[in-house]
């Protein structure tokens, strides 16, 4: 058996670790996408009947294997079905820049942190506070490699510099802008009165309205970071790859976009 295990380390290929790794790199990414969500929880089921499934075929349990059998070839193509706004998801990710931005810097090292312009993060942070304390909502979508073109679109088009001032008029409640997003990019606000997509992870609490779940949407699909001021309550929060910062302070805000956007 010894003998056997160290013939199987000798005949060990690279490309059977990249294989590996890449098998790796593709479950991680499912995980990720699936996360939160009660379709992960179906995965999990149909993953333990297939172990079920080889299981009775190792102790020869014919009528089980075959009642199995039958399930997991019709479950791939119930599989698809349910998991069809998934798949969808994990196609765009893999067609996103930011996807491919991230194997460019596994596989060139380096990056070009002098070709963009440094985010205004102060004035960001300024028109946020007093958003914040006037309890007025607001919902701001920063950029990072997804231009967000089709986002861009739905809104009212501009180009002006950041401007702490010109952001708390947007989101003035009598104002025609105020109901949307504002997109950031480039250190430039390029459109507000922007419609996103509303995200349908069902395990968002329902103490989160639409501003909140629209934050999420666009940021499960796309690289952006998204700022939100609550109407309600007041408080600040940030989200990335559908993860939300709740509650955050003044200060904490200006060190994480610091973070994503200048470091």
């Known amino acids: ?3 056997n295990i160290i013939q199987g380390l000798l005949s060990f290929r690279i490309i059977d670790f990249v294989d590996i790794l ?3 790199v593709l479950f991680y990414y499912l995980y990720k996408l699936l996360k939160g969500t009660n379709a992960l929880n179906i995965l999990i089921g149909f993953i333990l009947v297939y172990i079920a499934s080889a299981i009775v075929k190792f102790l020869d349990m014919k009528l089980l294997t075959e009642i199995l059998d039958q399930f997991i070839s019709v479950g791939v193509i119930a599989l698809i079905v349910i998991f069809q706004s998934e798949i969808r998801r994990f196609l765009i990710l893999l067609g996103s820049n ?3 931005d991230k194997w460019k810097k596994l ?3 380096k990056t070009n942190k002098h070709s963009k312009n440094n985010l205004d993060v102060s004035s960001i942070v300024l028109a946020c506070n007093h958003l914040s304390q006037s309890y007025t909502g607001a919902l701001i979508v920063v950029c990072k490699t997804n231009p967000l073109e089709q986002i861009i679109q739905t ?6 510099d950041i401007n702490s001032q010109l952001l708390e008029t947007i989101f003035f409640k009598n104002t025609p802008l105020h109901d949307g997003a504002v997109v950031i990019k480039d250190n430039k606000i390029l459109a507000a009165r922007c419609i996103l997509p509303v995200s349908k992870n069902n395990n968002i609490p ?4 639409l501003r909140h779940r629209s934050a999420i949407g666009i940021t499960e699909t796309t690289d952006a970071i998204s700022v939100i001021v ?3 309550t007041g408080k600040i929060s940030v989200v990335k790859q559908g993860l939300v ?4 302070s003044i200060d904490e805000l200006q060190t994480y976009l610091d973070k994503e956007f200048n470091s």
């Open 107 to 109: 596989v060139f090292w």
């Open 1 to 3: 058996m010894i003998l």
């Open 155 to 160: 809104g009212d088009m501009f180009e002006s």
């Open 245 to 248: 910062r709740h509650g955050i």
């Open 22 to 24: 890449l098998v790796a």
């Open 206 to 209: 329902a103490s989160m309205g």
């Open 98 to 100: 930011g996807f491919l």
């Open 230 to 232: 609550s109407e309600k």
